[in-house]
């Protein structure tokens, strides 16, 4: 019983400074689950708690419920603080930063009357975007988006430079006629990026013919711009899908003798059996 739970708490001391950043350790893998199944249910009381007059009702209930996910969060950033290297690169990691407002506001809340604090439990959904790193896929996205800077930028600032010009031209037809909305040239560019969107609030609307033609012009511009945008994105797709194929042959070299699965070189355990490897030297 006791080496059962010796090898399920187990994970490589030398590579990983905690039990929750090895992806081959099995207690490391459900707490990880487990945390963001937390925040999945977070996300859903927040729902439930805008609803009706739920927020009294269940006053409660949903204040236990914060409690809990504030005490699992606060136990799990300690828990990496202090198994962690480098403490003062660990409190300015932006990612800790976001683990630290987390949990902070429901503690400080409690001890003050600021109830714009409660609003600050929204930011521990963006504990999510931790889930990146364990998708290979789109980490792999993320760094092919790196080599396509360069045509992302020349679509920005063509995007730019025709925004800029319309909406001027669209200010200087309209700005003479009288009640007119078109005010100044913020004001233009804000028309300009409702009507490009076909959102049309029908607040401002040209009255000369040459804004009408301008107006019309703007529709059919956002679907180019939004294709070379989309081209570029798929280049990437493609790059990232061939990365990704690289990668997994070349990482999943470890074979389980049991269940003959191969896992990636640095497992300690089969991810499909959980059978424990020999650790090496």
Do not use: Q
């Not at 078109?182 to 804000?190: D, E, R």
């Not at 570029?232 to 997994?248: G, H, L, P, Q, R």
Request: net charge positive; charged share 20%.
């Amino acid at each position: 019983m006791f080496w059962k739970i010796k090898s399920f708490l187990h994970y490589n001391h030398n590579k990983y400074e905690n039990i929750l950043d090895d992806p081959s350790s099995k207690a490391g893998i459900l707490l990880s689950k487990f945390i963001t199944l937390l925040i999945i249910l977070f996300a859903f009381s927040i729902s439930f708690e805008s609803l009706w007059n739920n927020a009294l009702v269940y006053f409660n209930e949903l204040f236990l419920f914060d409690a809990f996910i504030s005490i699992v969060f606060a136990v799990e950033y300690f828990y990496r603080f202090f198994r962690a290297r480098d403490k003062l690169k660990f409190l300015i990691n932006p990612i800790r930063i976001i683990d630290l407002l987390s949990f902070l506001p429901f503690f400080l809340w409690l001890v003050t009357i600021w109830e714009f604090l409660k609003v600050l439990r929204l930011l521990r959904i963006l504990r999510i975007l931790r889930l990146i790193k364990d998708i290979p896929l789109t980490a792999w996205f993320v760094k092919s988006l790196k080599d396509y800077k360069e045509e992302y930028k020349a679509v920005f600032i063509l995007f730019i430079i025709i925004l800029f010009i319309s909406s001027s031209y669209v200010y200087f037809l309209e700005n003479h006629i009288e009640w007119t909305n078109f005010t100044s040239i913020p004001m233009a560019l804000w028309w300009w990026l409702i009507t490009m969107s076909t959102v049309w609030y029908w607040d401002m609307i040209p009255s000369t013919n040459l804004g009408k033609i301008l107006a019309a012009f703007l529709v059919f511009v956002w679907p180019l711009i939004l294709a070379l945008a989309s081209a570029i994105t798929v280049m990437v797709f493609m790059d990232t899908s061939k990365k990704n194929e690289i990668a997994w042959h070349t990482r999943r070299g470890k074979k389980c003798e049991r269940c003959m699965y191969k896992n990636p070189k640095d497992s300690n355990y089969c991810l499909n059996c959980w059978k424990k490897f020999p650790i090496e030297d």
